[in-house]
């Protein structure tokens, strides 16, 4: 669970059968769960906040020294 949300960079909410109610955030950090069966759960999430990867960098200072000459 933690892995799709980091990947496609969205706060998940989870349930299901087998596993527990949870929401992500875009890091895969849990902010919320469910302590048992069938609890609601409710989450902030600020979907303004900006997520900086170390090993990707700042890549809107980068993009257009990056892109194609086509669309420059």
């Known amino acids: 669970m933690a892995a799709r949300a980091i990947e496609n960079q969205v ?6 059968y087998d596993i527990p109610t949870v929401i ?3 890091t895969g950090r ?3 769960r469910a302590a048992k069966d069938p609890d609601v759960i409710v989450a902030e999430v600020d979907l303004a906040e900006r ?7 700042e890549w809107r200072a980068r993009i ?5 000459p086509s669309i420059r």
């Open 24 to 26: 992500l955030d875009r």
């Open 30 to 32: 849990e902010i919320a």
């Open 11 to 16: 706060h998940l909410v989870t349930s299901g």
């Open 51 to 57: 997520t900086v990867w170390p090993w990707l960098g």
């Open 64 to 68: 257009w020294s990056e892109a194609p």
